[in-house]
C-alpha cells in the first residue's frame, strides 16, 4: 500500500519535478519523447547526467550506451539474486557486460511508455582513486517511475546504486560498475527491472 501510494505521488508530482539540477529526472514524456543533448563525458558528473536524460529513452539509446566501458559490469543486491534462482532464473544475472546493459536499456526503451529516472541523494562519501586510470565510487539513493508491460502492475523501483566511474585513456569517462542494493523501502529494485528485461540468459 505505501509502495503504491508513493506512485501515485510521484506520477502526480512528476511535471513540477522536471529541471532541477544533476538530481533532476529524465523529461518524462511519454515513449521517451525527443532525446536530449548526449553531454560529452568530461567529468563523472557528465556521465551521471546523460545516464538520467537518457536512461530508457530510445532516441537516447546511443548516448547511454557510449557512457558504459566495455569493461562494465552489473551485481545485483543479493536478495534479488536469490529471488532469480528461486523463479528458475539462476543465471540471469551472469555475465553482466556492456553489451548485455546495452541490450536490456533498448530493450526496456522500446517497451515504456512512461518514464522518469531519478537520483535522490547520495547516501555515502564518494571514494576517489588519484589512479591511473584515475576513478570514483558514487553511492546514489534513486527511484525510477516506469510503465513497462513485463513488470506491471509495478512502476516504482527504488534502491541504491554504488557507481564506478572510469577515466578512459582519451580523458573521458565512463561507468565500469554498478552494485545494486535494496533500501529496506521494499520497493522493487533497478536490477529486478533490468532482470525482467534480459533475454537469452
Known amino acids: 500500500m505505501v509502495v ?11 511535471p513540477q519535478m522536471h529541471g532541477c539540477g ?3 529526472p529524465r523529461d518524462p514524456r511519454p515513449g521517451g ?6 553531454l560529452t563525458a568530461n567529468t ?3 556521465v551521471v547526467s546523460n545516464l538520467l536524460a537518457q536512461y530508457a529513452s530510445f ?3 546511443e548516448c547511454y550506451s557510449s557512457m558504459l566501458d566495455t569493461s562494465f559490469t552489473f551485481h545485483p543486491d543479493a536478495a534479488d539474486s536469490i529471488d532469480a534462482a528461486t523463479a528458475g532464473q539462476g543465471t540471469v544475472y551472469a555475465n553482466w557486460t ?13 517497451e515504456a511508455t512512461f518514464h522518469m529516472t531519478v537520483f535522490d541523494s547520495m547516501y555515502a562519501t564518494t571514494v576517489t582513486s588519484p589512479g591511473p586510470p584515475q576513478s570514483e565510487l558514487r553511492f546514489y539513493a534513486y527511484h ?4 513497462a508491460p513485463r513488470v506491471a502492475p509495478d512502476t516504482l523501483f527504488q534502491g541504491h546504486a554504488d557507481i564506478t566511474f572510469t577515466q578512459r585513456p ?12 535494496r533500501d529496506g523501502s521494499g520497493a522493487r529494485t533497478w536490477g529486478y527491472l533490468r532482470r525482467q528485461y534480459r533475454v537469452g540468459f
Open 144 to 147: 525510477l517511475v516506469i510503465h
Open 22 to 24: 544533476i538530481f533532476s
Open 33 to 38: 519523447g525527443q532525446a536530449v543533448v548526449c
Open 170 to 181: 582519451n580523458t573521458q569517462w565512463a561507468m565500469t560498475g554498478w552494485q545494486d542494493r
Open 44 to 46: 563523472p558528473g557528465d
Open 4 to 14: 503504491r501510494m508513493t506512485v501515485l505521488a510521484l506520477a502526480a508530482l512528476a
Open 59 to 61: 532516441p537516447g539509446h
Open 98 to 110: 556492456a553489451s548485455v546493459e546495452s541490450n536490456v536499456d533498448l530493450l526496456l526503451a522500446r
